[in-house]
C-alpha cells in the first residue's frame, strides 16, 4: 500500500504541475474563448427563426451547436495538450530536472499524462458548464442527458488524447504530433469506411482483393472507432427511441478507458527508451 | 576515498541513417570521480560533455560501457538519484510560479514533505542567497537570479554528487563570482561536484582535478597542480637595452614586457635559473624578482586541444 | 541478468498486448451493438408501419425480412406471452403487437442482439448497405453502417449542425414564400437528421397550414386522383397529403415520439381533413407513448366526434384521476363527462326506439319504449345539469325527435332551424338532421341541401380515376337522386 502511494506521488505531483504550467498556455486560452463564444452565441440563434412557429426548435439549434462546438474545440484542446506536454518540457528543457530526480520514466509519463487528462476535464467541464447553464436558462429544468453527453465526449477525447500523447513521445518538437493528433480524430472517425473495404473484398475472389479485405477487417478490429461515440450528439435531444443507454454507456466509457490505456501504454514502450 | 563517478569503457554513438553517418559522441571514456573532490570536465563545444552527463543522469543511454555511481551500477534507480542533484545548461523555469514554489515541486519530486521540505528550502535559500526573493514570481527574476535558483533545485535535496553543467555561463563576473562561492562552499562540505564548462577560468579556480575532452576523447586528466607543470621562471629585472635584449635572446632568453629598462625575462628549459641569474650579474641588471611561471589552464587546453587535432590530421 | 533488468518492461508490453486483445473484444462487442441497434430501430420502425401504415411498396424488402424477423422472434421464446392468440386471422404479427406497447422495446432490443436474431441482423445490413430497406435508409447508425464514402460521414457527427443550417434555409423559404423549393430541403434537412423531429412538426404545420392558407379551393373536375390515399387531391388537399407523408415518415424514424403522432392526428386528421377515424387512431397511439398532458384532452374530443363516446368518458374519467387538481381535470374535463354521459343516454334512446319500432309484438315493444323514455330523461337531467348552449342545443334536438316520432314534422324542422343557429358546434349534426326528416316527410330539400346531399367526397368526379370507382360513384348519384 506504502509503495503504491509512494508511486504515485511523484505522478500526481507532476500532474499538479502539469496542470498549472499548461492551462496558461495562450493557444489553449484562445480556443477556449473562441468555444465559449460559439456556446454563448448559439443562445441568440433562434433570433434567425420564424417566431410564430411555437415550438423548441431553437432548443435543439443551441444543443446541435454546442455540442457540435464542445467536440471541435475540445478536440483542438485535447490534440494542442496532449502533443505538446511532453516535447514543451524537453524544448524548455525541464524534462532534465525532472527526470534526473528519483523520478521513473513511467512515473514521469503518467504525471504528464494524467496533467493533460486534468486541463482536458477542465476545460471540458467550463465548455459544459456554459452549455449547461444556457440550457437550464432556456429550459428551466436540469439537462441530465448533457452531463453523460459530456462524459461520452471526454471518453472520446481520452482515446485521441492517449494516441496523440503515444505520438509526442516520439517527438520532440509539438507540430508533428499535433498534425498526428488530428490525423488520429480524423481516422478515428473514418474506420467505418474499412467495413465497406471489407464489405466489397468479400464479393470478389481475387486474392490481392482478399488480401486487403482481411486487412481491412483486423484494422477495424484493431483501431479505435471514434463513430462509436457518436451517440453523445444523438442523447442530448434526449429522444424516447434513443438506444438504450445502459447498455451503450458502460460499454463506451469501458472502450475509451481501454484504447485510453493503450495509448498510454504505447507512449511508455516509446519513451521508456527515449534519449531526451 | 571512495569513488562517486566511476565509467568503464563509457561510448555513445549516435547513429545516422547510414552506416557512414554514424557519430561518435563519445570514445571509452573511462573517468573515475573521488568523492569530496570538484571535478572540472572540459571541453569544447561538441566535445561529448552533455553527452556523458545526460549518460550518468540516465536521460541517454550508452551504446557500451558501465556506470557506477557510488558503486552502484543501476544508476535509474531512485536510491542513485537522490543522491544527485543536476543543473542543466539553460534550463528554463517556470515563469508563473515563485521561487519557493519551484524548489517545493523539485523537493516533493525527491520525496521529502512537510516540515522537512520547508527546512531545505529555507536552507538551500539560505546556500544561493535567495532569502530575499523567495516569495517573488520567477518573472521577475534576473539572469543570476534564475541560475542561482537552477541550483537550488538541484541542491533541494542535500545530494552528495552534483552535477553542474555550464554553471557560469552568461553571467555578469559578480554573479559569477557569488556562484562560485557557493560552489567552494559546497565543496568544504564535502560534497562532490562534477563541473562541465568552457569557462576555464573558473574551473581552474576551482578544481581539484580537470579532464579534458575533446572529439569524444578523454585527452587528458589530473590533478590541476599536476597538469599545470612549473616548467619556467621568469626574473624581472631593470636596466635593460637593446644590445643586452639581443644578447639575452641568442641566449635562450625570452624577453617579454619591455617598457624602458624594465623587462621579463622568461628562462627557456635550455637554461638553468642559476645560469640565467648569472647572465644577468655579468649584464649588471638589477634584479627585481625571480619566481616561477605557472602554466594556465588556457594554455594547457589549447595545447592539449593542439596537439590532438594534430593527431587527427 | 539482462532478461532481469528489461523485466519491468516487458510486463508493460504485455500489458501492451493485453490490452489491445481487450480492445478488439469491445470493438467487435460495439460493432455487435451498433449493428443490433441499427436492426432493433429498423424492427421497431418496421413493426409500427406494419400496425399503422400498411403500405408496403414496390422494390423494399421490408416486408420479407420482417416476416423472417417475426419468425425468428416468435422461436427465441423471448415474446412467450404474446404467443397465446397468435393466429392467422390477425393481421398484426407478433413483433408489431409488440410494439404497441412502448414498454416492450427492452424485449424487442434483447431479442435484436441476441444469436436468435443474427441470420435476420446479417441481412438486414446486407439490405440496408444495397439500401433495399425502406424503412433503414436514413436511419443515421444503419447509414454509418453502410459505410458509403459519402460527405455525410466527412461531417463526423456533425451532421445535426448542418441540418440546423439547413433549417434556417427552410426557414428563409418560408418567409420568402418559396414553398416547393422548401419542401425539397426540408427532406435533405430530416436526411441529415432524421431525429429532427421539430422538423417533422413545423414543417407539415408550414404545408399544411400555411402554404394552404392562401390558396383556393381547385373545383373538382381541375383535382387529379390519387391511387395511394383514393381520393381527388385539389392543391390545397395536396399539401395536406404531403404533410402526412412528411409526419408519417417522421414516424418510421422516431417511432416513439408522441408529438408526432400528436400533430398527425389533431393538426391534420382532424383540424384539416376532418377525418376522426385516422384522427383517434393517431392520438391513441400518441397517448400510449410518454406525453404531455395536454395530449389526451384532443383524443376525447376526437373520440367524442367520433361516436366513440363511452371510450371518451372513460378517458375523460382516467383524465381526472391521473392529474388531479390540473387546470382541465377541474374546469374542463367535467363538463366533457356529462357531456359524453348525456350523449350515450341520447344514443341508447334511440337504440331502444329503433328496437320498439322494429318489434310487433305490443308488449316487448312497450318495453323498449319505456326504456328509451327513461334514458331520454336521464339525458335530459344531464343536459339541464350542463346548462350551457351545447346542452340547451341537445335538449332541442331531442324534442324535435319526439315531434319527429309524433309526425310533427314541420315543427321539428323549425326547432332544429333555430337550434343550429344557437349552438355552432351542432351545426353539421343539426343540418343532416334536417335534410333526414326532410326526406321522411317528403319536403323537398333546398338548393343548398341537394347539394349537400351530393357530398363532393363520395360522388366527385376527378381525372384520373379509375373506371370501376368512376362507376361507383355514378351509382351513388343515381341511388341518391332516386331518394329524393
Known amino acids: ?276 | 576515498m571512495s569513488t562517486a563517478i566511476s565509467t568503464q569503457n563509457l561510448t555513445k554513438i549516435y547513429e545516422g541513417a547510414l552506416r557512414g553517418q554514424d557519430v561518435h559522441a563519445l570514445n571509452e571514456l573511462s573517468l573515475d570521480v573521488e568523492e569530496g573532490e570538484i571535478f572540472g570536465y572540459l571541453g569544447p563545444n561538441g566535445s561529448g560533455k552533455t553527452t556523458t552527463i545526460k549518460m550518468l543522469l540516465g536521460l541517454i543511454f550508452p551504446t557500451q560501457g558501465t556506470i557506477k555511481i557510488f558503486g552502484n551500477s543501476a544508476i535509474s534507480s531512485a536510491a542513485v538519484k537522490k543522491n544527485i542533484g543536476y543543473l542543466p545548461e539553460g534550463a528554463y523555469y517556470p515563469d508563473f510560479l515563485r521561487g519557493e514554489e519551484i524548489l517545493s515541486y523539485y523537493g516533493k519530486l525527491y520525496g521529502l514533505r512537510g516540515s522537512d521540505l520547508k527546512k531545505r528550502i529555507d536552507a538551500t535559500m539560505d546556500m544561493v542567497g535567495m532569502q530575499h526573493a523567495r516569495k517573488r514570481l520567477l518573472r521577475g527574476y534576473s539572469k543570476g537570479m534564475r541560475q542561482r535558483i537552477g541550483l537550488a533545485q538541484a541542491l533541494i535535496s542535500d545530494p552528495k554528487l552534483l552535477i553542474l553543467d555550464e554553471p557560469t555561463t552568461g553571467l555578469d563576473p559578480i554573479a559569477r563570482k557569488e556562484i562560485r562561492d557557493i560552489l567552494l562552499r559546497l565543496r568544504e562540505e564535502g560534497k562532490t561536484l562534477l563541473i562541465s564548462s568552457h569557462e576555464l577560468l573558473e574551473v581552474e579556480l576551482m578544481s581539484n582535478r580537470v579532464g579534458i575532452l575533446y572529439n569524444g576523447t578523454l585527452q587528458t586528466i589530473g590533478s590541476v597542480d599536476e597538469l599545470l607543470v612549473k616548467r619556467e621562471m621568469t626574473v624581472s629585472v631593470d636596466g635593460i637595452d637593446d644590445g643586452i635584449a639581443s644578447e639575452l635572446s641568442s641566449r635562450g632568453i625570452t624577453v617579454e614586457d619591455r617598457t624602458g629598462g624594465r623587462a621579463t625575462l622568461r628562462i627557456g628549459s635550455t637554461l638553468s635559473i642559476y645560469d640565467a641569474i648569472e647572465l644577468c650579474k655579468s649584464k649588471s641588471l638589477e634584479l627585481n624578482s625571480v619566481a616561477p611561471r605557472r602554466e594556465t589552464l588556457e594554455e594547457l587546453f589549447v595545447r592539449v586541444i593542439g596537439a590532438a587535432e594534430a593527431d587527427r590530421r | 541478468m539482462e532478461f532481469l533488468k528489461r523485466f519491468p518492461n516487458l510486463i508493460v508490453i504485455v500489458l501492451l498486448i493485453l490490452v489491445l486483445i481487450a480492445g478488439i473484444a469491445m470493438n467487435l462487442r460495439m460493432r455487435h451493438l451498433r449493428e443490433s441497434e441499427a436492426y432493433y430501430r429498423w424492427l421497431i420502425a418496421a413493426a409500427v408501419s406494419e400496425r399503422l401504415f400498411q403500405d408496403q411498396e414496390e422494390g423494399d424488402q421490408d416486408g420479407v425480412l420482417f416476416s423472417g424477423s417475426v419468425a425468428a422472434a416468435r422461436e427465441s421464446g423471448i415474446f412467450f406471452d404474446y404467443l397465446d392468440g397468435d393466429s392467422d386471422s390477425e393481421d398484426i404479427s407478433l413483433l408489431g403487437r409488440v410494439a404497441k406497447d412502448y414498454q416492450q422495446d427492452w424485449r424487442i432490443w434483447s431479442f435484436a442482439r441476441s444469436s436468435y436474431a443474427a441470420e435476420q441482423r446479417q441481412q438486414f445490413l446486407l439490405l440496408a448497405k444495397e439500401r433495399k430497406l425502406r424503412f433503414a435508409q436514413d436511419i443515421q447508425y444503419a447509414e454509418a453502417q453502410a459505410g458509403d464514402v459519402n460527405i455525410f460521414n466527412l461531417f463526423f457527427g456533425f451532421r445535426k449542425v448542418a441540418a440546423n443550417l439547413v433549417w434556417l434555409e427552410v426557414d428563409r423559404y418560408w418567409h420568402q414564400g418559396n414553398m416547393y423549393r422548401m419542401i425539397t430541403l426540408m427532406r435533405t434537412c430530416v436526411a441529415l437528421d432524421p431525429h429532427f423531429v421539430e422538423a417533422y412538426i413545423i414543417g407539415s404545420w408550414h404545408l399544411a397550414y400555411n402554404a394552404t392558407a392562401s390558396m383556393p379551393d381547385t373545383p373538382w373536375p381541375r383535382r387529379d386522383w390519387d391511387p395511394r390515399y383514393q381520393v381527388c387531391l385539389g392543391e390545397k388537399e395536396r399539401f395536406y397529403y404531403y404533410a402526412i407523408d412528411f409526419l408519417k415518415d417522421g414516424i418510421r424514424r422516431n417511432p416513439r415520439n408522441y408529438r408526432i403522432y400528436f400533430d398527425l392526428g389533431f393538426a391534420l386528421y382532424k383540424q384539416k381533413l376532418e377525418d376522426y377515424a385516422n384522427a383517434v387512431k393517431y392520438l391513441a397511439e400518441a397517448i400510449a407513448l410518454p406525453h404531455d398532458r395536454w395530449v389526451p384532452r384532443q383524443l376525447f374530443l376526437c373520440q367524442e366526434l367520433n361516436g366513440q363516446y363511452e371510450e371518451a368518458l372513460q378517458g375523460w374519467k382516467d383524465y381526472m384521476e391521473r392529474y388531479p387538481g390540473s387546470m382541465t381535470a377541474v374546469e374542463v374535463a367535467p363538463r366533457f363527462i356529462l357531456r359524453n354521459q348525456g350523449l350515450i343516454y341520447e344514443k341508447r334512446a334511440e337504440e331502444f326506439r329503433i328496437q320498439a319500432k322494429q318489434m310487433t309484438d305490443a308488449t316487448v315493444s312497450k318495453k323498449f319504449r319505456k326504456q328509451a323514455e327513461e334514458n331520454y330523461m336521464l339525458a335530459r337531467g344531464i343536459w339541464n345539469e350542463l346548462s350551457d348552449p351545447f346542452g340547451e342545443g341537445r335538449k332541442m334536438r331531442m324534442e324535435a325527435l319526439d315531434m319527429r316520432e309524433e309526425g310533427r314534422y314541420l315543427e321539428a324542422l323549425a326547432v332544429l332551424d333555430k337550434a343550429r343557429w344557437d349552438t355552432a358546434a351542432l351545426w353539421q349534426e343539426f343540418s343532416d338532421l334536417i335534410i333526414e326528416i326532410k326526406k321522411e316527410a317528403g319536403i323537398s330539400l333546398s338548393v343548398s341541401e341537394k347539394k349537400a346531399v351530393m357530398r363532393d367526397s363520395e360522388v366527385g368526379i376527378c381525372p384520373g380515376m379509375p373506371k370501376e370507382e368512376q362507376e361507383r360513384r355514378l351509382h351513388t348519384i343515381e341511388d341518391i337522386k332516386a331518394g329524393l
Open chain 1, 1 to 276: 500500500m506504502n509503495a503504491i502511494s509512494s508511486f504515485f506521488r511523484g505522478p500526481y505531483y507532476i500532474a499538479l504541475y502539469t496542470y498549472r504550467e499548461g492551462i496558461r498556455r495562450k493557444m489553449l486560452i484562445g480556443f477556449l474563448v473562441l468555444s465559449l463564444l460559439v456556446i454563448f452565441g448559439s443562445s441568440f440563434i433562434s433570433s434567425f427563426l420564424d417566431p410564430s412557429a411555437e415550438t423548441d426548435i431553437d432548443l435543439k439549434l443551441i444543443k446541435d451547436i454546442c455540442v457540435a462546438a464542445i467536440s471541435i474545440f475540445g478536440v483542438l484542446i485535447t490534440v494542442y495538450i496532449s502533443a505538446s506536454v511532453v516535447p514543451n518540457e524537453i524544448e524548455n528543457k525541464v524534462i532534465y530536472t525532472v527526470l534526473s530526480k528519483p523520478v521513473g520514466r513511467m512515473q514521469y509519463l503518467l504525471g504528464k499524462f494524467m496533467g493533460a487528462q486534468l486541463i482536458i476535464i477542465v476545460n471540458l467541464l467550463l465548455m459544459g458548464g456554459l452549455f449547461f447553464m444556457a440550457l437550464y436558462l432556456r429550459q428551466g429544468i436540469m439537462p441530465t442527458l448533457l452531463l453523460w453527453s459530456i462524459l461520452l465526449t471526454y471518453f472520446e477525447f481520452l482515446i485521441v488524447s492517449a494516441f496523440t500523447f503515444a505520438i509526442s513521445c516520439a517527438a520532440t518538437t509539438s507540430l508533428v504530433p499535433i498534425m498526428g493528433g488530428l490525423f488520429v480524430y480524423i481516422t478515428g472517425n473514418l474506420t467505418e469506411y474499412l467495413k465497406d473495404v471489407e464489405n466489397r473484398a468479400s464479393q470478389t475472389t481475387e486474392w490481392l482483393d482478399m488480401i486487403i479485405g482481411k486487412v481491412a477487417t483486423g484494422l477495424y478490429a484493431v483501431l479505435p472507432n471514434l463513430q462509436n461515440f457518436s451517440l453523445k450528439t444523438q442523447i442530448v435531444n434526449g429522444q424516447p427511441n434513443d438506444p438504450l443507454l445502459d447498455v451503450f454507456i458502460p460499454s463506451l466509457l469501458l472502450y475509451g478507458s481501454i484504447y485510453g490505456l493503450a495509448g498510454f501504454l504505447c507512449a511508455y514502450v516509446i519513451f521508456w527508451r527515449k534519449e531526451v
